[in-house]
């Protein structure tokens, strides 16, 4: 686009409004005072205001009509699809919602693994002494039956066939509580573990009989597994963990 300059080539602020206000061949400019100038243009060519002036910038506009301006505003002074924006940032939004979502519950299923493995026997599956004393922080209450039980010569299986052998009886022992128990059950550690249920009387009798004795059998050997039993049941009032053991230890 071209124009002429007054006489002398001086073109002040005013002339120049006025200049952009009149001159149709030139693309309207408005100005934004709140982001400042973002139209700029390294190039201009201005005329001095004379007949040679004047021929020499129309030739400068035919010339200019000549080219396909249109690609070029295109490129260069394209209007902003603010629907488009606004519906990538809601798109990056949710992708951002969504993406916090899973990492809590990444988060929080790692957590719950690493507390279950915590609370978790890792040899026999039963829930382990810290599980025990977590559950029952406040005590066991007077209602709720208590066995407490080992196994009879343990070591002497540890000694004889191998700590193996002795891994394999215990995780049998385990899977005859968590077939025949009703409640719940522990493995304090060792040969060691609590049973705490509801059953009293014969229904007790009938629970513990596959777990007081019963046959432990592999390629190898034949053995027949007895435990020691101690129950305590209808106490007066709620005890402590220890003190209820301790009752349930004296009556095996």
């Known amino acids: 686009m071209t124009t002429t300059l007054p006489e002398g080539g001086v ?10 206000q009149d001159n149709d061949a030139l693309l309207p400019i408005v100005e934004d005072k709140l982001i400042g100038n973002f139209h700029q243009s390294s190039l201009g060519f201005g005329f001095v205001k004379t007949e040679k002036g004047q021929v020499i910038a129309d030739l400068f ?17 394209s209007q902003i699809d603010w629907r488009k924006i606004i519906k990538k940032e809601k798109h ?10 899973l990492s809590s519950l990444l988060m929080i299923s790692v957590i719950w693994y690493v507390y279950l493995q915590s609370i978790i026997d890792n040899l026999t599956k039963l829930k382990n ?13 007077s209602a709720r039956t ?18 193996q052998t002795g891994d394999e009886v215990l995780k049998l022992l ?17 040969d060691e ?31 027949m597994i007895n435990t020691s039993v101690g129950v305590s049941l209808d106490r007066e009032k709620t005890m402590k963990v220890d003190d209820v053991l301790h009752v349930a230890d004296i009556e095996m």
Do not use: C
Not at 11 to 20: D, H
Not at 146 to 163: A, E, W
């Open 129 to 141: 002494r810290r599980a025990l004393y977590q559950k029952y922080s406040r005590g066991i209450p």
């Open 11 to 20: 073109l002040n602020q005013s002339n120049y409004n006025k200049m952009l």
């Open 92 to 101: 990056l939004t949710q992708i951002i919602i969504w993406s916090l979502i």
């Open 193 to 223: 573990f609590v049973l705490i249920g509801s059953a009293k009387g014969k229904q007790l009798e009938l629970l513990l009989a596959p777990i007081r004795s019963f046959h432990f059998i592999d390629d190898r050997h034949n053995l």
């Open 146 to 163: 208590v066995v407490y039980l080992d196994i009879n010569n343990f070591k002497t299986i540890n000694d004889t066939y191998g700590h």
């Open 61 to 77: 506009t035919s010339a200019i009509n000549l080219i396909d301006t249109d690609p070029i505003i295109n490129k260069y002074d």
């Open 174 to 190: 385990a899977k005859q509580i968590s077939t025949y128990w009703s409640g719940q059950s522990f493995r304090l550690g060792g």
